[in-house]
């Protein structure tokens, strides 16, 4: 009955909740513009890094953006862009909505406490005092070992065979890629 | 004990010619030789025990290895349980096996678990465990960005990071007798637990800083070969970044990490246009999600 009602009062929050709302951002890396969102569709652009943009939707890593200024719409990877610093940061809600209920409720109650970063005011107010369930510094540091754990934790191994079904089924393939020197 | 075995050896070494030499007709020259031989030969074994102490010197056994990160994981597991989803934790054995079976310690017993705190953050433990927190996995979107966080702790395995920092931390003298085989030894029981001692405490501090690099790079590499998009981990790095980095789920985060800016400012650079070919490597969005939104 308390679930029922809680999913309720959630879902009605959620519906409530604008799904999408134009974002403001700006560009922190040059970035090449492409027409959908992933590296194999065609190049519209160039978009230089300072530019501020509209971003008009996201997809798995990718972001929309519009600049009227430039003249340009289309794709750049998220990492490219980041959140104007006045604009409220909204999380995807259609993201949310897709990782289930129970994320849907912890990034709302995030949210409300100011979670993400966003403007000055809610950032100092934002200062967490309370402590995380679990994983404290001081839970890590005195913790007993928690053996029976460990044996359920080792039962979810997987193995060569299973691997080869589930990289088969997520198309996955092996490639060889050269180590990047990590001096530059 | 020791010197009994020493000064019978030393016997078997001087007698041994004698009692070979079938006239008996030995001369003391002859026996000034043998005896320098003798020596020699001594020498030359303790001088190469000697090398291998030190080669062995902050090293452990593959065995050693594992018991200690079993253990250690087992610390985390008291602090925080597994999280009650077996088809979770099952999905994030299939992806994190895939990964680390790219790896050159693929042969590891690699298991990997979601743990249930708000925490932000990902532990590895020496031997092939990793653990990521749900309030991390729920910040995620994809397979890839999994992949990607799996991937990096991965690294800290494989380059076996925490053994590293454990090496700075112990003296030298500790080492003896680590890394090599041995079983039932009880001074290296103690010695075994004190590593574990000292390795609960890394995971409030932190490794070095320059091994956490080390661990985004060689991680997006193994993402790459596993056949995902490389870039995930940039979008994981930017997720974290958009929040407030004084919310209590990144306190340890935090204090264990450089900052999120500087990793992703030195990532991208670092990436720049070498991994291009691959960022069309797969999302697995759908198959993430399913796994997500259980009934």
Do not use: C
Not at chain 2, 12 to 28: D, H, R
Not at chain 2, 98 to 117: G, T
Not at chain 2, 157 to 166: E, G
Not at chain 2, 193 to 219: C, F, M, P, W
């Amino acid at each position: 009955m308390m679930k029922h009602l809680l999913s309720i009062l959630v879902l009605s929050i959620l519906l409530v909740a604008p799904l999408r709302a134009d974002q403001e951002g700006i560009i922190v890396r040059t970035a090449p513009v492409h027409d959908k969102a992933n590296y194999g569709s065609r190049r519209v652009g160039q978009i230089k890094a300072g530019t501020r943009v509209s971003i008009t939707n996201r997809q798995g890593g990718w972001e929309e953006i519009f600049s009227e200024q430039e003249a340009i719409i289309g794709w750049v990877r998220s990492y490219q862009v980041r959140a104007a610093e006045s604009a409220p940061v909204i999380q995807d809600q259609s993201a949310s909505d897709s990782r289930g209920f129970l994320a849907g409720l912890a990034s709302f109650s995030r949210k409300a406490s100011s979670f993400f970063k966003s403007d000055d005011r809610s950032t100092s107010s934002g200062t967490a005092t309370i402590g995380v369930r679990g994983l404290s510094e001081e839970e890590i540091k005195t913790a007993q070992a928690d053996f029976v754990e460990f044996e359920k934790m080792k039962q979810y191994a997987s193995s060569r065979k299973r691997a080869a079904g589930f990289s088969r089924q997520g198309g996955l393939t092996a490639i060889k890629v050269p180590h990047i020197s990590a001096k530059n | 004990m020791r010197i009994l075995l020493q000064i019978t050896l030393m016997i078997a070494l001087v007698s041994g010619p004698i009692l070979t030499t079938p006239s008996f007709a030995l001369s003391f020259d002859d026996l000034k030789k043998d005896l320098k031989e003798a020596k020699k030969k001594l020498k030359k074994s303790a001088d190469k025990g000697k090398e291998q102490l030190d080669k062995a010197r902050g090293k452990l056994t593959e065995e050693e290895e594992i018991e200690v990160g079993g253990n250690l994981v087992s610390g985390l597991l008291g602090a925080a349980p597994l999280v009650d989803d077996a088809r979770l934790q099952q999905y994030v054995n299939d992806v994190g096996f895939w990964v680390a079976s790219q790896s050159k310690r693929k042969h590891l017993p690699w298991s990997f678990a979601v743990i249930d705190s708000d925490g932000i953050n990902a532990f590895a433990a020496p031997g092939g465990y990793v653990v990521i927190t749900l309030g991390l996995y729920n910040l995620l979107e994809n397979e890839a960005q999994l992949a990607a966080v799996l991937a990096h702790e991965i690294a800290h395995v494989v380059r076996k990071h925490h053994l590293k920092a454990l090496q700075k931390t112990m003296q030298r003298e500790f080492w003896t007798d680590l890394g090599v085989k041995a079983v039932g030894d009880e001074q290296k029981r103690e010695k075994l637990q004190q590593l574990i001692n000292s390795g609960v405490q890394l995971y409030a501090t932190g490794l070095d800083r320059k091994h956490e690099y080390d661990a985004d790079l060689r991680g997006v590499v193994l993402a790459a070969r596993s056949g995902y998009d490389p870039y995930a981990l940039l979008d994981v790095l930017t997720t974290i970044d958009s929040i407030n980095p004084q919310s209590s789920e990144l306190t340890v985060m935090m204090k264990t990490h450089p900052p999120t800016a500087g990793r992703l400012d030195q990532l991208s650079r670092k990436m720049d246009g070498k991994l291009d070919s691959y960022a069309s490597g797969q999302l697995n969005a759908g198959r993430f999600r399913q796994v997500a939104s259980k009934p």
